[in-house]
């Protein structure tokens, strides 16, 4: 069974930087799939960034693009989600994910049902 806790959240005004950590532990091939998402009040769950383990390259959503960029510590087991210039429309619960890997596939979405793992959340609220 895969465990995901994320922190990192917080508030901050717009331009602003904040850098979301998840550590991951459980079977490594269950969270070769790395996905960050989030969750705005009265919003669908959607998908910022996401990653495969050892070797595959980052996707990211249009509206991530630029700015977040999306990481892994091969040693700490962690994932990292740096965002950069936070705008308001920033503001949402983020989650990480992980999911087993598409047999061939070494891209991973970012459709949340395609993620079977989720770690609790953490807040983000941007100010303007």
């Known amino acids: 069974q895969v465990q995901l806790v994320e922190s990192g959240g917080d508030s901050v005004q717009a331009g602003g930087s904040l850098r979301l950590s998840c550590v991951v532990s459980g079977p490594t091939r269950s969270s070769k799939c790395m996905g960050w998402f989030r969750q705005a009040p009265g919003k669908e769950r959607e998908g910022v960034a996401s990653l495969y383990i050892g070797g595959g390259n980052p996707y990211y959503a249009d509206s991530a693009k630029g700015r977040f960029t999306i990481s892994h510590d091969n040693e700490k087991n962690t994932v990292a989600l740096q965002m950069n210039n936070l705008k308001p429309e920033d503001t949402a619960i983020y989650y990480c994910?992980?999911?087993?890997?598409?047999?061939?596939?070494?891209?991973?979405?970012?459709?949340?049902?395609?993620?079977?793992?989720w770690g609790q959340g953490t807040q983000v609220t941007v100010s303007s």
């Open positions: 994910a992980a999911a087993p890997p598409v047999p061939f596939v070494r891209v991973c979405g970012i459709l949340p049902s395609s993620y079977d793992y």
